[in-house]
């Protein structure tokens, strides 16, 4: 804390000390498992099509998820109580701890939720050349 008289300046200067200055978590939650041999990356995506989902890989650790669904058009006859529906947009970038194969990688999409399987990558470097010690 810095001694200044902004208590709200106090607190969020206090969160950015407890989160390391972190941005926050955006509209999309995930759980990122890692099983062994995959990663397994969970989001729920209530209201969208299959067809409203676009699942990315832009390099071998990086996942990007979004999803997008318009307003219902609305007809001139309708005539509307209440209307609280809107489109909307959801988008998360997720790093991977470990390169993946993206050949492999694969997306299933039931009841709302999104499941991203993701194979790791096996190194098959030998582990570099042994030195004996004279």
């Given at each position: 804390m810095t001694g200044s008289t902004d208590p709200f300046?106090?607190?969020e200067e206090l969160i950015d000390?407890?989160?390391?200055g972190l941005e926050p978590a955006s509209d999309l939650a995930v759980?990122?498992?890692?099983?062994?041999?995959e990663f397994v990356v969970v989001a729920d995506l209530p209201g969208y099509e299959q067809s409203d989902i676009d699942v990315q890989l832009t390099d071998s650790t990086t996942l990007v998820l979004s999803a997008s669904r318009?307003?219902?058009?609305?007809?001139?006859?309708?005539?509307?109580v209440t209307r609280e529906r809107h489109g909307q947009s959801v988008s998360r970038q997720v790093g991977l701890p470990e390169p993946v194969v993206e050949s492999e990688a694969s997306a299933s999409y039931?009841?709302?939720v999104l499941t991203v399987t993701l194979p790791k990558?096996?190194?098959?470097?030998?582990?570099g050349t042994d030195i004996p010690v004279n």
């Open positions: 300046g106090d607190i000390v407890m989160t390391g759980d990122v498992a890692d099983t062994g041999d318009e307003t219902e058009s609305v007809e001139a006859a309708d005539r509307y039931e009841g709302g990558q096996t190194t098959t470097d030998d582990g």
